[in-house]
């Protein structure tokens, strides 16, 4: 799920139609990769970011299985939500390496890239182990 505007529930205005094609492509490798689900809100978060985020994740259809990233570009604020159920793969330094990686396009200006380069390190970190079953 992308969305800009939880009123409206679509990308907000700062993306033109390649960009939410190429972020939905982004989202939809990652959920195959990692067997999580990814949701992305960019736009105004309501009061404190943190807390706004933590709201957001809480409504979606299985949070303890998903990852949401906030951004608020203009209070230039980034958050990271994981459920339950991902914290048993995908561990805090690699959410922040996740986290530096956005940061560093994002200040390029490159927001776009920044939320596919994120969303992919989460994924790959997120991928539950392979194990190997002896008989």
Request: proline share 3%; glycine share 8%.
């Amino acid at each position: 799920m992308v969305a800009g505007d939880r009123s409206h529930g679509r990308l907000n205005a700062r993306f033109s139609g390649n960009d939410r094609v190429a972020l939905d492509e982004t989202i939809r490798r990652a959920e195959r990769v990692s067997r999580v689900e990814f949701s992305v809100f960019v736009g105004h978060a309501e009061g404190d970011a943190r807390a706004f985020a933590r709201s957001l994740h809480a409504s979606l259809a299985a949070p303890a299985r998903s990852i949401l990233i906030l951004v608020d570009p203009e209070a230039r604020a980034l958050e990271v939500i994981t459920g339950g159920e991902v914290r048993r793969t995908l561990r805090d330094p690699e959410v922040e390496l996740a986290v530096v990686q956005m940061q560093s396009l994002f200040a390029e200006g490159d927001l776009v890239g920044g939320l596919r380069r994120g969303i992919q390190m989460l994924a790959e970190h997120a991928r539950a182990p392979q194990t190997l079953h002896a008989q």
